[in-house]
T-cell receptor, first 110, second 113 residues
Framework: TQLLEQSPQFLSIQEGENLTVYCNSS?????LQWYRQEPGEGPVLLVTVVTGGEVKKLKRLTFQFGDARKDSSLHITAAQPGDTGLYLC??????????FGRGTSLIVHP | DAGVIQSPRHEVTEMGQEVTLRCKLISGHNSLFWYRQTMMRGLELLIYFNNNVPIDDSGMPEDRFSAKMPNASFSTLKIQPSEPRDSAVYFC???????????FGSGTRLTVV
């Protein structure tokens, strides 16, 4: 059983479309991170959210941490081919050891 | 990220052989994670070092796996003997704190045939 469930597992869209990916858990996290991973590389941190209900924006990416700090979402507006990659969420429960979801694989077609 | 250098980038070995994966931390850090990534299971924590001492090795699959962190700049993960099910991408990342996030190396892709 995966502690963090990400959905959808795969997403294939056209350039310019909007999308939302989700990260859900029954556990409460002290903080949650989103990473993007490109083929042949390690995950790269996009954002860390700490406060329940927190919303952070990074250009066309909007991250939200659930009020109860059990879930999070990532919304991309007007997706571009450069957004293609594996999006991973990682939760911390007090310790500094992050637990990762399996990720959402996004392909944005030109 | 240039701060974490993993070698080799790719390793193909035969079942039963010993494999050593290396992780170099350019800036030095006394706290480090080793993760393994597969399609089926995603990113799994193998071992966590703090002050160069293994704190949590509950993710190490079995006695065939061992890891060391002799100093703040270097760590190794050894598999002996290797098996096909060990095929995966192995990552190391220094622990820079939950708020700063984690900087992963580019990984070592291991294929055991």
């Amino acid at each position: 059983t995966q502690l963090l469930e990400q959905s959808p597992q795969f997403l294939s869209i056209q350039e310019g479309e909007n999308l939302t990916v989700y990260c859900n858990s029954s556990s409460v996290f002290s903080s949650l991170q989103w990473y993007r991973q490109e083929p042949g590389e390690g995950p790269v941190l996009l954002v860390t959210v700490v406060t329940g209900g927190e919303v952070k924006k990074l250009k066309r990416l909007t991250f939200q941490f659930g009020d109860a700090r059990k879930d999070s979402s990532l919304h991309i507006t007007a997706a571009q081919p450069g957004d293609t990659g594996l999006y991973l969420c990682a939760g911390m429960r007090g310790s500094y050891i992050p637990t990762f979801g399996r990720g959402t694989s996004l392909i944005v077609h030109p | 990220d240039a701060g974490v250098i993993q070698s080799p980038r790719h390793e193909v070995t035969e079942m039963g052989q010993e494999v050593t994966l290396r992780c170099k931390l350019i800036s030095g850090h006394n706290s480090l994670f080793w993760y393994r990534q597969t399609m089926m299971r995603g990113l799994e924590l193998l071992i966590y070092f703090n002050n160069n001492v293994p704190i949590d090795d509950s993710g190490m699959p079995e006695d065939r796996f061992s890891a060391k962190m002799p100093n703040a700049s270097f760590s190794t993960l050894k598999i002996q003997p290797s098996e096909p099910r060990d095929s995966a991408v192995y990552f190391c990342a220094p622990n820079e704190g939950a708020l700063r996030g984690y900087t992963f190396g580019s990984g070592t892709r291991l294929t055991v045939v």
